[in-house]
């Protein structure tokens, strides 16, 4: 890539994080090609979607998330690993405004740009809640896609500024529901 292009890009990418934070998922690429100092065409030649912009935005933080899932599949007990990593997780949804709802779709997507991170993400989420269900931690009547849909189901609640101050408290009653073995949780006994 040319010197001025990988500029451009750079700029971009950093024009579009602040402009996320301020506005969203739904940020204006008009908006974003301007605040960079660059014309709409140069800004789709880099990136050709929303979702492909999303992607560039997000694949360092969607890969460390795989990342801290494999780390914590070795170091800690299953229900501490998947409750650390569902923690971490609600913490990275709330850190993009909108970004939930194009993971969401994204992953049952392959043609989406933001598929491979998306299903990566999904599929190390499923292997820790696989092994908290092999050690009796977990529920054993859900699954990855289950975990999944939880994780961008509280993810979008706690976007709304109407439930942001209460995030801590909603991860603890969703987390209460998947893992069986946590202190004052009945979800066992509902399920036993």
């Not at 090609?33 to 997000?58: C, M, S």
Request: hydrophobic content about 45%.
């Amino acid at each position: 890539m040319r010197a001025d292009a990988k500029k451009n890009r750079n700029q971009i990418l950093t024009v579009a994080r602040d402009a996320i934070s301020e506005h969203g998922a739904d940020a204006s690429m008009r908006d974003i090609a301007r605040r960079a100092g660059v014309g709409l065409a140069t800004l789709l030649r880099h990136f050709p979607t929303r979702e492909a912009l999303f992607e560039a935005l997000l694949c360092t933080n969607l890969d460390a998330l795989t990342q801290k899932a494999a780390e914590l599949e070795t170091s800690t007990s299953a229900d501490e690993a998947l409750l650390a990593w569902f923690r971490e997780l609600v913490v990275f949804t709330q850190s993009y405004r909108g970004v939930v709802a194009m993971m969401a779709a994204a992953h049952s997507n392959p043609d989406s740009a933001l598929y491979a991170s998306c299903a990566a993400v999904h599929s190390a989420g499923a292997r820790l809640l696989v092994r908290a269900q092999g050690e009796g931690t977990a529920r054993a009547d859900m699954n990855g896609d289950d975990l999944f849909a939880l994780i961008t189901a509280l993810g979008w609640t706690v976007d709304q500024p109407s439930f942001a101050s209460r995030a801590d408290h909603l991860v603890h009653l969703i987390t209460s529901a998947i893992l069986t073995s946590r202190p004052g949780n009945d979800a066992k006994k509902a399920t036993g």
